[in-house]
């Protein structure tokens, strides 16, 4: 359930009105591709990433996306702009939309 995992009830309703079988399917898809060898796989070309600008949101609670250590080095080796989001976790942009609004905004304004 989304919201023993920390997403605010509301938000969280609303998630799930939107879930359907299509959702369901592509979810599935990303969690099976953060299983290894595939993320060895999409890893093996990240620095290809540093043609684009990128941005790294590492919220210092989301404890379910790697280590911050692991974050920094896939950051910077695809060239991403990192922006550290303290004390907020994996849904940070609901946790926070006017942070979250922000750091985004501001980032696509420096394009």
Request: glycine letters at 10%.
């Amino acid at each position: 359930n989304l919201i023993s995992r920390g997403l605010d009830a509301q938000v969280a309703h609303d998630v799930a009105e939107g879930m359907d079988a299509t959702m369901g399917e592509c979810i599935l898809k990303l969690y099976r591709d953060t299983t290894q060898p595939a993320m060895t796989t999409l890893g093996a070309d990240l620095e290809k990433a540093t043609a684009r600008p990128g941005l790294s949101v590492l919220a210092t609670r989301d404890h379910w996306v790697g280590t911050d250590l692991q974050r920094h080095r896939a950051a910077s080796r695809a060239g991403a702009q990192t922006e550290v989001l303290e004390g907020l976790g994996h849904w940070w942009f609901a946790e926070n939309p006017g942070t979250a609004a922000r750091v985004l905004k501001t980032f696509w304004h420096a394009l």
